[in-house]
């Protein structure tokens, strides 16, 4: 869902979702899907029946991946270090460009990989401050440092980098992302309605697809009928 959403960006030049709404019709994610279509019939990308079959959620658990048998992976840029870990040899392995899919926008976003917040009805919201300042701003991020992603906030990444606690790898690949990526992240892209991995409507339209289950023009309704609904709801 995410390389379909990066490549329509940036062919069609509009966020996925602006105020509230999904700027995409059917015939666009039509276009979309079959882009997903011509990956998996030209063995750019594994289908997901072979996925699935092969008994794996994520490329860096299967043994194709470990033995160096796939050129690359579209992933997190907090993730690198994980898929680099899991190769037999990873040697060889960096971090590549950007993809330009299209003239008219870079697509894809970006996102934080972990938040923190105050709740207003918090019985101790000045001890939670100082609670999350250590975590994001002083010896936490020290502690931390690239583990979860490249720090936000400009005091925590400099606590980190001085703790020597940052993976170049980390971020080279966040550097690149943020000086790359044009569009905003829609709040609800990853509601669970959405993106569960059982019954969420991604799984279903994605899954569905590559099973021959669904026409292109049918995923794409489905799909475009389920984020509607969870954005109405909002």
Known sequence: MIL??????????????????????????????????????NHVIPTRPSMIAAGFDSIDKSQEWIDGKYAGIFEWDSSANKYQGALADNSGFTVGEEIKFGDKANGGFSKVSMGMAITTSCQHPVEAAALIDFLWNGEGAAIM??????????????????????????????????AFVDMPLDPYFESSKLKDTTDGVYTDVFDGYSYGEYTAEEAAEILLDGVSEVLAAV
């Not at 966020?15 to 998996?40: H, K, R």
């Not at 925590?156 to 606690?165: E, K, P, T, V």
Request: include cysteine; charged fraction near 20%.
């Open 4 to 41: 379909m959403t990066f490549y329509l960006e940036s062919k069609y030049g509009k966020a996925w979702v602006e105020n509230n709404e999904c700027q995409y019709t059917e015939e666009e994610i039509v276009d979309g899907l079959n882009f997903i279509q011509s990956l998996e019939d």
């Open 145 to 178: 440092g690239s583990e979860c992603g490249i720090p936000a906030s400009a005091a925590g990444l400099a606590a980190a980098q001085a703790a020597d606690a940052v993976k170049p790898l980390v971020l080279e690949a966040n550097t690149k992302v943020l």
